[in-house]
Nanobody, 119 residues
Framework: VQLQASGGGLVQAGESLGLSCAAS????????MAWYRQAPAKQRELVAT???????NYADFVKGRFTISRNNAKNTVYLQMNSLKPEDTAVYYC??????????????WGQGTLVTVSS
């Protein structure tokens, strides 16, 4: 199983950017999916999660600005980021809880995509 993230880039403060992350390979299904981020010299932190049924949860620092969504048919999770701030600058990682059969699952990580927000 591989997770391929894309969509990072350089934007100015106040602008928007969208990320996507597609899972490929052989598996039974994908349960929760999430986005994390890691800024320079900081620990990786959770940004948002979404269940297979579409229930979402957000870190306080992105509530009202970011939206996580998924397309189960495409095994893809998205992160729409609006009103970006310089402090949102980080490498963004996608994460998925993938079940390779009905009973056993594990967590996979994407390779990370850099988002840079200039002031």
């Amino acid at each position: 199983v591989q997770l391929q993230a894309s969509g990072g880039g350089l934007v100015q403060a106040g602008e928007s950017l969208g990320l996507s992350c597609a899972a490929s390979g052989s598996f039974y299904n994908i349960r929760s999916m999430a986005w994390y981020r890691q800024a320079p010299a900081k620990q990786r932190e959770l940004v948002a999660t979404i269940t297979a049924g579409g229930i979402t949860n957000y870190a306080d620092f992105v509530k009202g600005r970011f939206t996580i969504s998924r397309n189960n048919a495409k095994n893809t999770v998205y992160l729409q980021m609006n009103s970006l701030k310089p402090e949102d600058t980080a490498v963004y990682y996608c994460n998925a809880n993938v079940y390779e059969d009905m009973w056993s699952g594990r967590t996979y990580w994407g390779q990370g995509t850099l988002v840079t927000v200039s002031s």
